[in-house]
Nanobody, 113 residues
Framework: HVQLVESGGGSLQAGGSLRLSCASS???????MSWYRQVPGKEREFVSG???????RYADSVKGRFSISQDNAKNTVYLQLNSLKPEDTALYYC?????????WGQGTQVTVS
């Protein structure tokens, strides 16, 4: 069983930046990892992912503004959020897997006004 703990969320004004972190209890080396987000009343949506080879993917809505990276030594995946917009307000989840999600974190709230 893998535990994922997200952190780094917060409240800020439009145009600002945040860096979300996702610490895994297990090794993320050669693992696919993803970030999703969810707004109350809507389905959880894919935001970004990184595969075992280091290739990255982004939802069209965040391309050019968000950046995913990972530190294998720290078993941590990051999501850099730049040029934030009010529509980026959501609960952001980290997950193992890319094509199919295995484990979820508890989420970290990002609120943009």
């Amino acid at each position: 069983h893998v535990q994922l703990v997200e952190s780094g969320g917060g409240s800020l004004q439009a145009g600002g930046s945040l860096r979300l972190s996702c610490a895994s209890s297990g090794s993320i080396y050669c693992s696919d990892m993803s970030w999703y987000r969810q707004v109350p009343g809507k389905e959880r949506e894919f935001v970004s992912g990184i595969d075992s080879g280091g290739s990255t993917r982004y939802a069209d809505s965040v391309k050019g503004r968000f950046s995913i990276s990972q530190d294998n030594a720290k078993n941590t995946v990051y999501l850099q959020l730049n040029s934030l917009k009010p529509e980026d307000t959501a609960l952001y989840y980290c997950a193992t897997g890319l094509a199919a999600v295995g484990y979820w974190g508890q989420g970290t709230q990002v609120t943009v006004s």
